[in-house]
């Protein structure tokens, strides 16, 4: 019969595969980076916007690239050892290490808060939250309370996320007939926090505003663990570098170094920006 015959004859007059390829196929990204490493062999067009003189230079580099294999650049030299810079950071931490620690000599009950938020808006700030969850343990680590925020209609609409990955908090579980408002959970953490109750936590005046607490009438002070476990640095590390270079040249001349008068602090007080020399953060 005719199945074979006209099968051959289905294609007549059309380009072949790989005419067809030329034209159809989309420009090979790598070739346009100059890092095609497969030559004429790509099965994508290796074609660029200033015409055929300069896709063939190309192509004779990717080419050269299969061949040679690629070339890469040359490692970025080692970075110099900046002993004024080095400088500048130990007295930053000298300074960290000669600050008050009035949380050092606190004492007890200790109790912590931690409020679990939902999303309200796409960013992350504290006006982009709401609580959705409410805990607290005292200072043995054993929990006083656990509850879920319940929140009305129109505050329900406002949130965008539960955030369930990192809070595991899901609408199901705020709606569910355990779960409390807000001021019912405030008020019942003043039924069970002591009046000398010190708050520890992370941020934790955040939580403290959340919940309407009141220092000195809901529980006696609070210590932030962000303050405990901050970083003291310079400020702008390359301007503490040159005032460190011009103490060093001071002292080795045998003059007096000039200290900046608008730093913070006394300059002999050891945790001061003035004792530093230059602004921290």
Not at 161 to 172: A, D, F, N, V
Not at 181 to 191: M, Y
Not at 210 to 230: C, M, N, P, S
Not at 258 to 266: K, N, Q, S, V
């Amino acid at each position: 019969g005719q199945g074979r015959g006209a099968q051959s004859n289905k294609f007549e007059g059309k380009t072949g595969p790989k005419e067809a390829q030329a034209t159809t196929a989309p420009v090979c990204t790598f070739f346009l980076q100059n890092r095609c490493a497969r030559g004429d062999s790509c099965r994508f067009r290796h074609e660029l916007p200033g015409g055929a003189d300069a896709a063939q230079q190309v192509s004779q580099q990717s080419t050269n690239i299969a061949n040679t294999g690629p070339t890469f650049p040359a490692a970025p030299t080692k970075r110099v050892f900046d002993p004024y810079k080095a400088e500048a950071i130990s007295r930053a931490k000298l300074a960290q290490d000669a600050e008050p620690r009035p949380w050092s000599t606190l004492e007890g009950p200790f109790y912590s808060i931690d409020v679990e938020c939902v999303a309200t808006g796409y960013g992350h700030g504290t006006a982009q939250r709401i609580p959705g969850r409410i805990a607290m343990v005292d200072g043995k680590g054993d929990m006083v309370l656990d509850e879920l925020v319940r929140h009305d209609a129109e505050t329900a609409k406002r949130i965008v996320s539960y955030i369930t990955p990192l809070t595991g908090l899901t609408r199901e579980a705020c709606e569910a007939e355990t779960s409390r408002t807000i001021e019912d959970i405030s008020a019942l953490i003043r039924t069970k926090l002591p009046k000398d109750a010190v708050l520890v936590g992370q941020s934790i005046d955040h939580d403290i505003e959340w919940l309407g607490l009141e220092k000195g009438v809901d529980y006696r002070t609070y210590v932030d663990l962000a303050d405990i476990f901050a970083n003291r640095i310079p400020k702008i590390l390359l301007t503490a570098s040159n005032a460190v270079k011009r103490m060093k040249e001071a002292e080795g001349g045998g003059g007096d170094y000039e200290r900046r008068t608008d730093l913070d602090g006394d300059p002999n007080d050891g945790s001061s920006d003035a004792w530093v020399g230059f602004p921290t953060r």
